[in-house]
């Protein structure tokens, strides 16, 4: 076999495996949508469900996503870029730093039911929180900080350290350096760490239910319990009591997480493009 | 040479620099040794010498931005208007930076637009009116003879201008500051002719109000831009004195072989 042949299978079994990532995409949002969009009415979205959801709409399902995926962001967003400031900027390449980049690693492979395990004895037993959309929201935070941990550190680390040097040669301090310098140049870079750790927040099943429970009603505070949009599918689809309402939840939870990656990257490019000019 | 008036602003007194070896129980690698040298106000020192001797770590001790790396190592001491800049223990290296500014070989602006390039160490000194800000920006890009040319888009990111005038607004940077100390290490050599004479020619105008170090591998610039010169050869100051004096009758052979491209 001649390199030019080569080289054509090469780009064919290439562009392959890239069409299949889109059509796999496609797939789920066509099939989701022809399954689901038959019941995704105005009263499917503001009506709370009844009959454990066999009738009425996602309303209390949607509100419980939304404090989940919001609480664990912002807890874990600064604890997550406080951790990669910190490994990046204030420490050399140690055995500290190296300890906690691995101890970061292992944890982004703990299976998810193992965190919900943990955020049961944590948070539910041991503090006392019990089911709630708190301890549900803590439980999502130690799962999506490596993420986040790990994203933030390479973009802080992509940084030009010439940058720095030219901000220190100015009078800056370390802490000013980081804020004014670093920090704003590594923003793109740190959202996709954040989007990726939205997206498993409102997409976790297992160790949501484990911490945050599945009640129906609507919560009136985050110390309530709350069932969210995957786990609310998860159920009504695993116990077959409606598979009408479980493809309109799903088309439901789907639009929510293209919507945020959409305004993600929108606001994005329009933050990299006005810095660039 | 310089006339008897002029007083000293910075005195290297038996400086050395080394730089610690990351594999253990290698020794040290010394970059600068026994370096004695008294640097003028209001002049131009011009620093040459072959890849390696020592200039970069001679200006990055000055402002102590060799500080960052953790295998620095110094022994003697600097001296800038007669305080230590290593040996107080209340040395306040922020200070000491604002004091002797620093212009890199590349051009690095800072991802801000232009104003807020000149902007940023005066605002970090709580000088942050913006009629005083306005003026320190417009006096700073004027004296670094950029003004004209960006006086229109002062608001529009420093990353868009070509080579040279990002140059000439590290300088402004450093204007903007109000240093007393001006140091350049080798600011042309990413330029292209036309901008190298632009700086030149900015630095001259400068020296009648600053202390200027310029480190240059460019030995003709040297000549053309220096009151003073000093050439280094592995870390050891070999020959220092007039600019004049050093490119027509050198004391030292090894000098005249790097003046004249025997070798370097
Ligand atoms: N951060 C550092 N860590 C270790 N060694 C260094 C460091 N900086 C410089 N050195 C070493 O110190 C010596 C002097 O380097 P320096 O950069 O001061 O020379 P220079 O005269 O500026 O050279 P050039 O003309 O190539 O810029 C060199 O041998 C260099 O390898
Ligand atoms: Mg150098």
Same mark, same amino acid.
């Given at each position: 076999m001649n390199a030019r042949t080569e080289e054509k299978i090469a780009v064919n079994v290439l562009r392959f495996s890239a069409f299949l990532a889109i059509m796999i995409l496609l797939f789920i949002i066509v099939y989701v949508s022809y399954k689901g969009m038959g019941s995704l009415t105005p009263s499917f979205i503001f009506e709370n469900p009844r009959d454990m959801g066999r009738e009425g709409g996602i309303f209390s399902a949607i509100v419980s996503t939304l404090y989940l995926a919001v609480l664990s962001t912002l807890i874990a967003t600064p604890l997550g870029v406080g951790t990669a400031i910190y490994l990046t900027e204030?420490?050399?390449?140690s055995a500290v730093t190296k300890i906690v980049r691995f101890g970061s690693d292992c944890l982004a492979g703990v299976p998810s039911i193992i965190f919900g395990l943990f955020g049961f004895v944590l948070f539910v037993i041991y503090l006392k929180l019990g089911w709630c959309l708190l301890s549900g929201a803590l439980t999502m935070t130690f799962m999506v900080l490596p993420t986040i941990i790990r994203t933030s550190e390479e973009a802080i680390k992509a940084v030009p350290y010439e940058l720095r040097e030219a901000s220190y040669s100015l009078g800056a301090t370390r802490w000013q350096t980081v804020t004014k310098i670093v920090l704003p140049e590594a923003v793109p870079g740190i959202i996709t760490g954040v989007i990726l750790g939205v997206g498993r927040s409102i997409s976790e099943t297992a160790a949501v239910i484990f911490t945050a429970g599945s009640a129906l009603a609507t919560p009136g505070s985050v110390l309530e319990s709350g069932r969210t949009l995957a786990v609310h599918f998860y159920i009504i689809a695993r116990e077959g009591i409606s598979m009408e309402k479980a493809f309109a939840t799903a088309l439901v939870l789907i639009i929510f997480i293209l919507t945020i990656n959409v305004i993600t990257y929108a606001l994005m490019n329009r933050y990299i493009s006005k810095k660039k000019a | 040479m310089k006339d008897d008036l002029s007083p000293v602003k910075i005195e290297f007194v038996n400086f050395g620099v080394s730089y610690r070896s990351e594999k253990a129980g290698s020794p040290p690698l010394s970059a600068l040794e026994n370096v004695a040298l008294k640097v003028y106000d209001k002049r131009i020192l011009s620093v040459i010498g072959p890849s390696r001797s020592g200039k970069t770590s001679l200006l990055r001790s000055i402002n102590r #931005?060799?500080? &960052?790396? *953790?295998s620095f190592e110094h022994s003697g001491e600097i001296f800038i208007d007669g305080a230590p800049v290593y040996g107080? *223990?209340? %040395?306040d290296v922020t200070e000491l930076r604002r004091k002797a500014g620093m212009v890199f070989a590349r051009p690095v602006v800072l991802p801000l637009s232009i104003y807020e390039n000149i902007a940023y160490g005066p605002r970090l000194m709580g000088r942050s009116s913006k009629s005083e800000l306005d003026a320190t920006v417009e006096t700073a890009l004027k004296d670094a003879y950029l003004w004209e040319e960006v006086k229109d888009r #002062?608001?529009? !990111? *420093? $990353? $868009? #201008?070509?080579g040279g005038q990002r140059q000439r607004l590290c300088i402004a940077r450093v204007l903007g500051m109000r240093s007393g100390i001006i140091m350049l290490d080798? !600011? %042309?050599? *990413? &330029?292209?002719p036309v901008s190298t004479a632009k700086i030149e020619e900015t630095l001259t105008a400068l020296k009648n109000k600053y202390c200027v170090i310029l480190v240059t591998n460019n030995v003709k610039q040297a000549a053309r831009v220096g009151d003073e010169t000093a050439f280094f050869l592995m870390g050891k100051l070999i020959e220092y004195g007039d600019t004049a004096k050093i490119f027509t009758? !050198?004391?030292d052979e090894r000098t005249e072989n790097y003046i004249t491209g025997r070798f370097g």
């Amino acid at each position: 076999m001649n390199a030019r042949t080569e080289e054509k299978i090469a780009v064919n079994v290439l562009r392959f495996s890239a069409f299949l990532a889109i059509m796999i995409l496609l797939f789920i949002i066509v099939y989701v949508s022809y399954k689901g969009m038959g019941s995704l009415t105005p009263s499917f979205i503001f009506e709370n469900p009844r009959d454990m959801g066999r009738e009425g709409g996602i309303f209390s399902a949607i509100v419980s996503t939304l404090y989940l995926a919001v609480l664990s962001t912002l807890i874990a967003t600064p604890l997550g870029v406080g951790t990669a400031i910190y490994l990046t900027e204030y420490t050399g390449e140690s055995a500290v730093t190296k300890i906690v980049r691995f101890g970061s690693d292992c944890l982004a492979g703990v299976p998810s039911i193992i965190f919900g395990l943990f955020g049961f004895v944590l948070f539910v037993i041991y503090l006392k929180l019990g089911w709630c959309l708190l301890s549900g929201a803590l439980t999502m935070t130690f799962m999506v900080l490596p993420t986040i941990i790990r994203t933030s550190e390479e973009a802080i680390k992509a940084v030009p350290y010439e940058l720095r040097e030219a901000s220190y040669s100015l009078g800056a301090t370390r802490w000013q350096t980081v804020t004014k310098i670093v920090l704003p140049e590594a923003v793109p870079g740190i959202i996709t760490g954040v989007i990726l750790g939205v997206g498993r927040s409102i997409s976790e099943t297992a160790a949501v239910i484990f911490t945050a429970g599945s009640a129906l009603a609507t919560p009136g505070s985050v110390l309530e319990s709350g069932r969210t949009l995957a786990v609310h599918f998860y159920i009504i689809a695993r116990e077959g009591i409606s598979m009408e309402k479980a493809f309109a939840t799903a088309l439901v939870l789907i639009i929510f997480i293209l919507t945020i990656n959409v305004i993600t990257y929108a606001l994005m490019n329009r933050y990299i493009s006005k810095k660039k000019a | 040479m310089k006339d008897d008036l002029s007083p000293v602003k910075i005195e290297f007194v038996n400086f050395g620099v080394s730089y610690r070896s990351e594999k253990a129980g290698s020794p040290p690698l010394s970059a600068l040794e026994n370096v004695a040298l008294k640097v003028y106000d209001k002049r131009i020192l011009s620093v040459i010498g072959p890849s390696r001797s020592g200039k970069t770590s001679l200006l990055r001790s000055i402002n102590r #931005l060799n500080d &960052l790396h *953790a295998s620095f190592e110094h022994s003697g001491e600097i001296f800038i208007d007669g305080a230590p800049v290593y040996g107080g *223990a209340d %040395t306040d290296v922020t200070e000491l930076r604002r004091k002797a500014g620093m212009v890199f070989a590349r051009p690095v602006v800072l991802p801000l637009s232009i104003y807020e390039n000149i902007a940023y160490g005066p605002r970090l000194m709580g000088r942050s009116s913006k009629s005083e800000l306005d003026a320190t920006v417009e006096t700073a890009l004027k004296d670094a003879y950029l003004w004209e040319e960006v006086k229109d888009r #002062l608001g529009s !990111p *420093a $990353a $868009a #201008l070509s080579g040279g005038q990002r140059q000439r607004l590290c300088i402004a940077r450093v204007l903007g500051m109000r240093s007393g100390i001006i140091m350049l290490d080798e !600011p %042309t050599s *990413a &330029l292209d002719p036309v901008s190298t004479a632009k700086i030149e020619e900015t630095l001259t105008a400068l020296k009648n109000k600053y202390c200027v170090i310029l480190v240059t591998n460019n030995v003709k610039q040297a000549a053309r831009v220096g009151d003073e010169t000093a050439f280094f050869l592995m870390g050891k100051l070999i020959e220092y004195g007039d600019t004049a004096k050093i490119f027509t009758t !050198p004391r030292d052979e090894r000098t005249e072989n790097y003046i004249t491209g025997r070798f370097g």
